[in-house]
């Protein structure tokens, strides 16, 4: 994987953890400090709810990494292109400038995919807060049966609701850039039948 490493990983998930703390992102958060009487089992609880976090910042790396990867393939699809260009074939041309227009639209997907990805790293962390107050309540910390986990509740359910609404966008997102891809697909066989050149399109020389 070319994206973040653990050590790099352990250290984003303890700055979104800061964050938490200085309630950044969020308008509800409980300071560790008030858990320093937590049980085991609450201490559990809270890791099971980081370790959310932990998932969410792998998939906005590899969100990451596929736009990185797909800006190196315009990279080629242009080369392409350009040498169709030199060689005059209207056929070859046509190839790669659709090519050019899948992976534009796949461009656009990665994008809308790391912002979906980067608001699955905010959802986790309400998680995370939710499960501070769940352990307040459940342990009767500082009074915590009449502890009010509402706020926390609705703050979680509404930060999964955008990250679940950015996912259906990407979807969608997606759909359109398969469609392109079948474009390219349909004029590069029947170019292959025409002419039986299996290269053409892919020239970069």
Do not use: P
Request: hydrophobic content about 40%.
């Amino acid at each position: 994987m070319t994206g973040t490493s653990n050590a790099g990983r352990a250290v984003a998930l303890a700055m979104v953890l800061l964050g938490s703390a200085c309630g950044e992102g969020l308008s509800h958060t409980v300071d560790m400090d008030k858990l320093k009487e937590m049980s085991r089992q609450g201490q559990l609880w809270i890791f099971d709810a980081e370790n959310e976090i932990v998932v969410a910042l792998d998939k906005l790396d590899e969100a990451k990494d596929q736009l990185d990867q797909l800006k190196q393939r315009m990279k080629t699809a242009e080369k392409s292109l350009s040498a169709a260009e030199k060689r005059n074939s209207r056929g070859a041309v046509e190839m790669a400038e659709q090519n050019i227009k899948y992976l534009e639209a796949m461009e656009v997907w990665a994008k809308a995919r790391i912002e979906a990805h980067r608001k699955g790293v905010i959802a986790a962390q309400a998680g995370v807060e939710l499960a501070k107050a769940q352990v307040i309540n459940r342990e009767d910390l500082l009074g915590g049966k009449g502890f009010d986990m509402g706020n926390y509740q609705a703050q979680y359910e509404e930060q999964k609701k955008a990250y679940e609404g950015e996912l259906k966008r990407t979807n969608k997102l997606r759909k359109k850039a398969r469609t392109e891809e079948q474009k390219w697909w349909t004029l590069r066989r029947r170019f292959i039948a025409q002419t039986g050149d299996y290269d053409s399109g892919l020239w970069i020389d």
